[in-house]
């Protein structure tokens, strides 16, 4: 089934002002093609934890997705530095976060263990050379 893409955006590392837009301009998108709302609520916590990430842990990168009849994918492509332990990653509770990105309310390492449990299907590829690359699968049905 071909896929149409609904969305993409440039996620810049550090921005606080605009990180989460991408999140919230998909949740739109998601209401008006009239995508049930717990899909919805799923996919914006996944995209939201994704695009974070981005924001905080890496040095800028895109968030682009898709949709078919039978399933949403999304996509988070950024630039580095990669994830240098991927099960550490996925450990609840684990985090690199700064002192002052923890002041912000971030940090909890819940991130990825969220989009894992949201996730249908979830693929990750990360190195210090090609940066992190998530792709997400929500089933609409
Ligand atoms: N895009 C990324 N690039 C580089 N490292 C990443 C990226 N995403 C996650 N990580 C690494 O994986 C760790 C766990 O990520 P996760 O999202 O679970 O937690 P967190 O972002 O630290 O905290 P929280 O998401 O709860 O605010 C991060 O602390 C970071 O070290
Ligand atoms: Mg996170």
């Known amino acids: 089934m071909q896929k149409q893409q609904i969305m993409c955006k440039e996620i810049e590392s550090f921005d606080f002002q605009s990180g989460g837009e991408a999140s919230s301009n998909l949740k739109n998108i998601l209401r ?22 981005v924001v905080i842990h890496s040095l800028g990168g895109e968030i682009t997705a898709l949709i078919s009849e039978e399933e949403l994918e999304i996509r988070v492509d950024d630039v580095g530095p990669g994830i240098e332990d991927l ?3 996925f450990t609840p509770g684990y985090s690199t976060a700064s002192n002052e990105i923890r002041e912000m309310g971030f940090g909890a390492g819940m991130g990825l263990v969220n989009v894992k449990r949201y996730a249908d299907k979830l693929t990750i590829e ?4 090609n940066g992190t690359h998530v792709k997400v699968l929500i089933k609409l049905f």
Request: charged share 35%; glycine share 4%.
């Open 32 to 53: 008006k093609l009239g995508v049930n709302s717990d899909l919805v609520r799923k996919t914006s916590i996944v995209t939201y934890e994704l695009e974070m990430n």
């Open 87 to 89: 099960d550490k990653a």
């Open 126 to 129: 990360s190195s210090k050379e």
